[in-house]
């Protein structure tokens, strides 16, 4: 066996993950142009919409629902880069972390998330109803779980993960901290946890899944 191949670069594997990532984008894609062209953009619905009953749904739903283009090119391309660079451990890695941060995000966001904000026009305070839409959660998920894989894990390529994440990525940390409305770091948070979390029980998550 070549030194390549020994190192797992098996190229039906591969093209399977390119096709996770390529097949995930091309859904999304296509979810968020048909909701862009429908009335009020109606599939936003399904958004998280904190503690609330058809807010539910949006754990489920809401990484696929986009405000606009900018948002979805956006989180694409953080899902494309870290995606790939989790997917270097493994198809099931890659599963059972975006299962744990898709779980942290949507109900850590549920639970805590912002209901409301208020923005100030023309000397009055009015409250706006927070819908919290994107896949951002995932993202920093995956985020968290490059970071801290390697505390977990004396694998060398998760310390080679690790290290180059933190050196690449390290200027999305402040996206976990409070910011403006529009954006709703509360995924971006509960998200990061949940990559942490699965960081450490990955053996576990992935004998209870597979």
């Given amino acids: 066996m070549s030194g390549i191949l020994a190192l797992g670069f098996n190229p039906s594997e591969w093209q399977s993950r390119f096709a996770i990532l390529y097949e995930t984008l091309l ?15 109606i599939l936003n619905w ?3 919409r904190p503690r609330t009953a058809i ?9 696929l629902l986009h405000g606009d283009v900018a ?3 956006g989180n694409s391309l953080g899902f494309v880069a870290l995606g790939w660079l989790l997917l270097l451990k493994g198809e099931a890695d890659f599963w059972a972390v975006t299962l744990v941060a898709l779980l942290t995000s949507g109900i850590g966001v549920w639970l805590f998330g912002r209901a409301q904000a208020y923005r100030l026009s023309s000397d009055h305070l009015y409250a706006v109803q927070m819908v919290h839409l994107g896949a951002s959660g995932i993202i920093f998920g995956y985020l968290g779980f490059l970071l801290f894989v390697s505390f977990f894990d004396e694998d060398p390529l998760s310390l080679i993960l690790s290290l180059t994440v933190g050196a690449f990525y ?5 996206g976990i901290f409070p910011k403006p409305i529009g ?5 971006h948070l509960f998200g990061f946890l949940g990559g942490i979390l699965a960081a450490r029980y990955l053996p576990t998550i992935k004998a209870l899944m597979f």
């Fill in 27 to 41: 859904i999304t894609w296509s979810i968020n142009a048909f909701n862009w062209l429908l009335p009020g953009r």
């Fill in 46 to 48: 399904f958004g998280i």
């Fill in 55 to 63: 807010g539910l749904l949006g754990i489920f739903f809401s990484p």
């Fill in 71 to 73: 948002h979805l090119m």
């Fill in 170 to 174: 390290w200027h999305l940390l402040p």
């Fill in 183 to 187: 954006i709703s770091w509360e995924a």
